[in-house]
């Protein structure tokens, strides 16, 4: 009951349950954090607009992205993904979710940030549904934790709208 | 003559009882953590509960020998959600993000495009010839948690083999020769 190999399994055991309890209680902490993040998207331009030869519109926009996501970070915080997405509906389809901008935002003096970029992924469409289209512009964040439970929500910015013609 | 002959006799059941315990000890351990997965499994509604996260592609919110905790839900899948999915004719699994997502009218069928945060391109490279999208079927699950460095365990063990015999070994050993 003394030896060597009974002492080092013992300590073994114990060390890893009671690891496995801090990053339990880590991630349950942040569950009480209390998060007000705040953003606004303009767009400051359509950069063009077309129908590509494959049959789908394409556009090209540059956005003013504001964002203030410093309340998200906790201690157990690794890093915040934020990302613009462009949500629209066609007749085809009943949802269309478009990226068009990410970042990794590993610090929290990182988080409050104003950005002018345009669209870093393509805009295209499956169809030729966007001319004169409405469409929200979302931005989602991604809480990726140092360990544990990974949170994601998002602020809806509606009432853009693409022209009615190509350009 | 008669008291040796009886002694080797008990000496001889006393082993087989106590080999017989030994082994469906070791049974009852395997079983259960058999019927531990098989639960997870189940809860979670995905075929594997827990990936390893094999490539530095998500760095560096995952590193190479995290572990991420998945679930399948009935749930849409929609942008920003890190899903697990398999490539048709390749039995890795792969972790990356949404980031397009096209979901038809009625029947619910959704084209989704994915991208691991550290590469510059999105997956359509990995896609199987032709293919532009991901299919709901594709999918096996979301990622909701994760435990860092936990992975490096089963990473060692299936690059190196070797530490897997040597392992399973030992622990051979240790049952065999343990009195108990």
């Known amino acids: ?167 | 003559m008669g008291l040796v002959g009886e002694t080797v006799d008990s000496i001889k059941s006393i082993k087989i009882r106590q080999l017989l315990t030994q082994a469906v000890t070791l049974g009852m351990i395997v079983t259960s953590a058999l019927i531990i997965w098989k639960a997870l499994m189940c809860v979670t509604g995905t075929e594997s509960p827990v990936v390893v996260v094999l490539s530095g592609s998500m760095e560096p919110g995952f590193k190479r020998g995290d572990i991420l905790f998945l679930t399948m839900t009935k749930d849409p899948i929609r942008t920003g959600e890190i899903v697990v999915f398999n490539v048709d004719g390749r039995d890795i699994p792969i972790v990356h993000r949404a980031i397009k997502v096209h979901e038809r009218e009625n029947t619910g069928h959704v084209d989704v495009l994915t991208k691991g945060d550290n590469n510059d391109v999105d997956d359509i490279g990995l896609y199987a010839d032709g293919q532009f999208w991901l299919h709901r079927h594709h999918i096996m699950g979301r990622a909701v948690g994760f435990l860092p460095y936990v992975g490096w365990v089963t990473i060692i063990m299936s690059e190196k083999p070797i530490i897997k015999y040597i392992l399973i070994g030992a622990l051979g050993l240790l049952v065999i020769t343990s009195k108990d």
């Not at chain 1, 556009?59 to 309340?71: F, G, R």
């Open chain 1, 1 to 167: 009951m003394h030896s060597f190999g009974y002492r080092a399994n013992a300590l073994l055991t114990f060390a890893v349950t009671i690891l496995a309890f801090i990053c339990a209680i880590a991630s349950f902490s942040d569950n009480f954090s209390n998060q007000t993040p705040s953003a606004q998207i303009q767009i400051l331009n359509i950069n063009w607009f077309q129908k590509q030869p494959h049959g789908n519109d394409e556009v090209s926009l540059t956005l003013n992205i504001t964002a203030d996501l410093q309340s998200l970070f906790t201690w157990n915080t690794k890093q915040v993904f934020a990302f613009v997405a462009a949500e629209y509906k066609t007749s085809k389809n009943s949802l269309n979710q478009v990226s068009l901008w990410d970042a990794i935002i590993p610090e929290k003096e990182q988080a409050n940030f104003w950005i002018q970029i345009s669209n870093k992924y393509r805009f295209i469409d499956q169809g030729h549904n966007l001319r004169g289209k409405e469409f929200n512009l979302t931005l989602h964040w991604h809480v990726m934790p140092k360990t544990g439970k990974m949170f994601a929500d998002k602020i809806v910015m509606s009432g853009y709208r693409l022209p009615n013609a190509y350009r």
